[in-house]
């Protein structure tokens, strides 16, 4: 066997595109097997063999990245494209998982960004999926109010504060 032919038979593989996704610049971006390879060295799956954990480069908050096309990419994106095509117009991908470096297609889900700050880790978020108070009242309709105080709408158990006006009344008594 000669060398040379099979050195380019394996360039030709690699050259091989496997499937076309945008890059955040919006233009298109030919993904080849030498691309997948190379993503695939960093992914490994998770102990319970749920989902697919990124071992490479990530963001401060811990979104996994890889350079592809010439730009910085989230690995998560890249992976959703793969299995589903392209994103939604206008809709983020949200890990159902809450694993920030999962890469695994089946975690994510195009939402509108309201719904993914709703179910993030922001402060509020936490908050706004808490369904009782610190001391046990539901957050239902008839014990619930909103307060916005510096531009952030919080909810405010009615049950709480109607005992903490009560020791309010009864220390100025
Ligand atoms: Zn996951
Ligand atoms: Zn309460």
């Not at 695994?104 to 719904?115: D, I, K, M």
């Not at 046990?136 to 709480?160: I, M, P």
Request: aromatic content about 4%; proline content about 3%.
């Amino acid at each position: 066997m000669n060398s040379t032919i099979e050195t380019s038979a394996v360039e030709a593989r690699e050259a091989q595109v496997v499937a076309t996704i945008e890059l955040p610049d919006g233009e298109p971006y030919d993904v080849t097997v030498a691309d997948l390879v190379r993503m695939l060295d960093k992914a490994e799956l998770s102990e319970d063999g749920q989902h697919v954990v990124w071992t490479g480069a990530k963001t401060a908050d811990g979104y996994g990245t890889v350079h592809m096309g010439g730009h910085t990419m989230y690995v998560h994106r890249i992976t959703y494209q793969f299995v589903n095509g392209p994103i939604p117009e206008g809709l983020l991908l949200d890990h159902r998982c809450r694993i920030r470096h999962c890469c695994s297609a089946a975690c994510l889900e195009p939402v509108t960004n309201a719904e993914n700050i709703l179910r993030g880790e922001s402060p509020s978020a936490i908050n706004a999926r808490k369904t009782h108070c610190k001391n046990g009242h539901a957050f239902n309709l008839e014990n619930t109010r909103s307060c916005t105080s510096s531009g952030r709408s919080r909810r405010v158990c009615l049950a709480c504060e109607q005992s903490r006006n009560a020791a309010r009344y009864l220390q100025a008594a």
